[in-house]
């Protein structure tokens, strides 16, 4: 059922020019894609929503934009170059590549399976007087399997942390996990991998310079954590945030834009006071969890995942997980650093990265929360919950993408009935005024039906028809997408209709 939601996911996003795959003509890039026409003003709304939200909202927080190469250093002082591998794992038979812990969560998320088929019985049995917190909480059959989860996982945790890779696949043999391709059990031993990319910066090959691309937009914010205090005059506690590329050699690179090999991160570090960082670790996961539920997506497609193995730099860390088509998963991370990465690089660059503080009069390392959010994880999770295939009251069946209407692509589409007898350029004004304000299009291809159509599939929130009556009156019929409902407005009341549904301003009154 979700697999196929997924699949038309997928070609939905093709189809209307939202995402396409990279370098297709030559039979595509595995986990590279390209955003077309609608997918880049979609993205480029998700940025401005979350840095607007971050950055412009907070006076304690700038932004800045840092370089994609940094010097090689950089990753050997994050601890990127000894420990930033994954686990994986071959299966002898089929010759694939799999994450040894993702086939072990993925063995987990089956478990989770039942108990959701357990709760969706029991709804059913109970009926409005059904508790879902109390059923998880004391059904003994749900209990067991959440127990199971929790023994696997926590194992499983343990291990990577030991290192000790040899229990991580007894672990999956234990569980009888398969090649979930071929359903061979048939396994190698558990290996690292580093998973950053390496470049070479310079001319001849004999002088050139290792380097690597950057597999988080972090350590750009680090490196210049001096350079702004001071050029800032910032005070703790203050935020340095960033939106940009990041890098990582996936081993297994799936699930469409969720996990990709060249990705977008919507980074914050927030620099605090050691000891009050896990006060504001705490404020930080709610804060970002009311930006994620603003947009409107249903508040139960929301829920915390605390960490059971710690990054090298983290003394706490959980993820918000949302409801993608393919069920629970990482969309954020938040993230207490402590001091890890000022101390490091001041160790490896010899130059002291410290703050001094002029109430205690004292110097020393802050301590950091971070904050960090995959671009692209964002818009698979707007886009595909969106998505709406609904069946209307005549049994015909349309294709909604009922996009949060501050993030859709094209707020207004502005439509003559005909394309003729000065229709055309009754609309081209229309166009020229809202334009100013908003990304509107104007289209006279087609029946006014089918138009209706492709404007509901790109998730246009208005459609404004022209007919020989607005030559007359000065009036459209406006068309809402999600209600279809259909009114007459004069032109001078559009912009405000409009903007009252689609300005950014109303969502961030609610943050
Ligand atoms: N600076 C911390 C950091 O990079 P992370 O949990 O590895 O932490 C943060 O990544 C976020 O970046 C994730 O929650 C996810 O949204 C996104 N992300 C990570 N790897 C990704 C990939 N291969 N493709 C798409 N998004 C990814």
Redesign the pocket.
């Known amino acids: 059922m979700s697999e196929d939601i997924f699949k038309k996911v997928v070609s939905h996003a093709k189809e209307y020019g939202f995402i396409f795959q990279s370098s297709e003509i030559y039979d595509g890039l595995s986990a590279v894609y390209d955003y077309g026409q609608n997918g880049a003003e979609l993205k480029n709304n998700i940025k401005q929503y979350w840095w607007k939200a971050m950055v412009q909202m907070h006076e304690n927080i700038v932004g800045i934009d840092s370089a994609i190469f940094m010097h090689p250093t950089t990753w050997k002082a994050s601890g990127h170059v000894d420990a930033f591998n994954d686990p994986l794992i071959d299966n002898k038979d089929s010759k694939k590549r799999y994450r040894a812990d993702v086939l072990i969560e993925d063995h987990c998320a089956k478990i989770e399976g039942k108990i959701e088929k357990e709760v969706t019985k029991a709804a059913k049995r109970f009926g409005e007087t059904f508790d879902k917190e109390q059923f998880v909480t004391t059904n003994p059959r749900v209990l067991e399997y959440q127990k199971q989860i929790d023994t696997i996982l926590q194992r499983m945790g343990k291990s990577l942390e030991n290192e000790d890779l040899d229990d991580v696949k007894a672990l999956i043999e234990e569980l009888e996990i398969a090649d979930p391709v071929t359903g061979s059990k048939n396994w190698t031993e558990v290996r690292q991998f580093n998973l950053m990319f390496g470049t070479k910066l310079g001319a001849t090959a004999d002088q050139a310079m290792d380097l690597y691309l950057r597999p ?3 350590q750009g914010i680090f490196l210049n954590y001096l350079n702004v205090q001071k050029s800032g005059r910032m005070k703790l506690p203050f935020g340095i945030a960033q939106i940009g590329k ?1 890098f ?1 050699n ?1 081993i297994v ?1 799936r699930q469409f ?5 060249e ?1 977008e ?1 919507m ?1 914050m570090q927030f620099f605090v006071k050691p000891g009050t960082e896990l006060e504001w670790y705490e404020k930080w996961k709610e804060t970002r969890l009311r930006w994620h539920q603003t947009l409107g997506l249903g508040n139960d497609n929301y829920r915390f995942h605390d960490h059971e193995k710690l990054a090298h730099y983290a003394n706490a860390a959980a ?1 918000i997980e949302f409801k993608f088509p393919f069920g629970f998963k ?4 938040i ?1 207490s650093r402590t001091d890890f990465d000022l101390k490091a690089h001041e160790q490896h660059s010899g130059k002291k990265i410290q703050y001094f503080d002029n109430e205690t009069n004292e110097s020393y390392t802050p301590y950091v929360v ?1 904050t ?3 671009l ?2 964002m818009f698979l999770a707007v886009f595909s919950n969106s998505l709406k295939e609904e069946v209307l009251e005549d049994g015909s069946e349309r294709v909604v993408l009922a996009l949060p209407a501050a993030l859709a692509p094209i707020k207004a589409a502005i439509l003559p009935l005909v394309k003729k007898d000065g229709l055309p350029e009754f609309a081209e004004q229309i166009v020229k005024k809202l334009r100013l304000d908003y990304n509107v299009m104007y289209e006279e291809k087609d029946s006014i039906g089918k138009r209706y159509r492709r404007m509901d599939a790109i998730g246009t929130p208005f459609c404004i028809t022209v007919d020989h009556d607005s030559l007359n009156d000065n009036s459209v019929t406006l068309r809402y997408r999600d209600t279809m409902e259909q009114k007459r407005v004069h032109i001078d009341e559009l912009h405000a209709i409009i903007d009252k549904e689609v300005n950014m301003k109303y969502l961030f009154e609610q943050l």
């Open positions: 988080e937009t972090a990041a990582r996936e690179a834009i969720f996990r990709q090999r990705f991160q980074e993820d990482e969309l954020e991370g993230h971070e960090s959010v995959g692209d994880r």
